[in-house]
């Protein structure tokens, strides 16, 4: 079965500094990977979604960006962070021709002081 | 474009109660529908999964039903216990023109269920 990592856990930053979060997946093979953010009093937001390596959509304009380079690792990344970049992100993963549901990691929860 | 609602935000009961959570959503043209549990500063663990085509779904004391035409599901707790405290997210799922599957969220019931 597959497995979710993120990291790191949590992240304090300062406004202005770059970001980089990390997810990878284990036990399968081509997986449609996601990025969503969930902050306090929303519900959870799409930010991008990709079918395959070095193929991202993004789902809301912001200074946020994703990359594949890998078939099962996902970044997240920004160059100058915001204080609304804070909130709790979540990768998560459809399995390749597998049912149509969705396996969500951990979380890492970014605090943008 | 989609819009997910639930209600109510939050839900205090005592324990062994029987409870329903209510979700509605704007476009009654979904793939499929799913209800989560999220514990607090933790992922999402999926509860249940119902497709369009089906009218409800159960898991040991949990039943989620659905009504497309109308745009509601409900998730139905029986005899709730302190354990089941935690957050519930529904979710409908969709293909986008891409062909990539998404989900598009309500923004939650946080349940409380007191000894």
């Known amino acids: 079965s597959q497995t979710i990592h993120q990291w790191p856990a949590t992240l304090v930053q300062p406004v202005g500094s770059p970001l980089s979060l990390e997810c990878t997946v284990e036990?399968?093979?081509?997986?449609?990977l996601y990025w969503y953010r969930q902050a306090a009093g929303r519900g959870l937001q799409l930010l991008f979604y990709s079918v395959g390596i070095g193929q991202i959509s993004s789902e809301v304009p912001q200074n946020l960006s994703a990359s594949r380079p890998q078939d099962r690792q996902f970044i997240l990344s920004s160059k100058k962070l915001l204080l609304s970049d804070s909130g709790f992100y979540l990768c998560?993963?459809?399995?390749?021709?597998?049912?149509?549901?969705?396996?969500f990691g951990p979380g890492t929860r970014l605090t943008v002081l | 474009k989609q819009e997910v609602t639930q209600i109510p935000a939050a839900l205090s009961v005592p324990e062994g109660e029987n409870l329903v959570l209510n979700c509605s959503f704007t476009?009654?043209?979904?793939?499929?529908l799913q209800w989560f549990r999220q514990d607090p500063g933790k992922g999402l663990t999926s509860l249940l999964l119902?497709?369009?085509?089906?009218r409800e779904q159960t898991s040991g004391r949990l039943n989620a039903s659905l009504d497309k035409s109308s745009g509601r599901s409900t998730l139905y707790i029986a005899a709730s216990q302190p354990g089941d405290s935690a957050t519930y997210l529904c979710a409908v799922g969709r293909f986008s023109g891409a062909g990539s599957y998404q989900l598009t969220f309500g923004k939650g019931t946080k349940l409380s269920v007191i000894p």
């Open positions: 036990g399968t093979s081509n997986p449609n």
């Open positions: 998560a993963c459809r399995l390749a021709g597998g049912a149509d549901t969705q396996y």
């Open positions: 119902i497709q369009s085509s089906q």
């Open positions: 476009d009654s043209a979904i793939y499929n």
